[in-house]
């Protein structure tokens, strides 16, 4: 069963970028989706971002298109995500997921689909 750990999150200003990073264990990640999946507080998760398992293809929630961009690294087993332009509405813990059925789609994408959760990372952005 894959592993996943978060890393990355911090507290920063309005405008100011973040990195995320996601790393999984196991010798079957590259065959997986991966997203990332937020919740701010008192809401219901949201899907963020996903990767196909090649890493050729990406897919964004309207809420981060043109700030936001997914990445992966096989070799090293490690998802990305880099986030500029970050707004106090983008305050939310981040979860990095998978889905582990291998060389599934991309599509449809939401956040029910995944099987593989990390703990999370917080992202706080002040006004």
């Known amino acids: 069963q894959v592993q996943l750990v978060e890393s990355g999150g911090g507290l920063v200003q309005a405008g100011d970028s973040l990195r995320l990073s996601c790393a999984a264990s196991?010798?079957?990640?590259?065959?997986?989706?991966m997203g990332w999946v937020r919740q701010a507080p008192g809401k219901e998760r949201e899907f963020v971002a996903a990767?196909?398992?090649?890493?050729?293809?990406?897919y964004y929630a309207d809420s981060v298109k043109g700030r936001f961009t997914i990445s992966r690294d096989n070799a090293k087993n490690l998802v990305y995500l880099q986030m500029n332009s970050l707004k106090p509405e983008d305050t939310a813990v981040y979860y990095c997921?998978?889905?582990?059925?291998?060389?599934?789609?991309?599509?449809?994408?939401?956040?029910?689909?995944?099987?593989?959760w990390g703990q999370g990372t917080l992202v706080t952005v002040s006004s």
């Open positions: 196991g010798r079957t990640f590259s065959s997986y989706v």
């Open positions: 990767i196909s398992w090649s890493g050729g293809r990406t």
């Open positions: 997921a998978a889905d582990t059925r291998p060389y599934s789609s991309l599509y449809p994408q939401h956040h029910d689909r995944y099987q593989v």
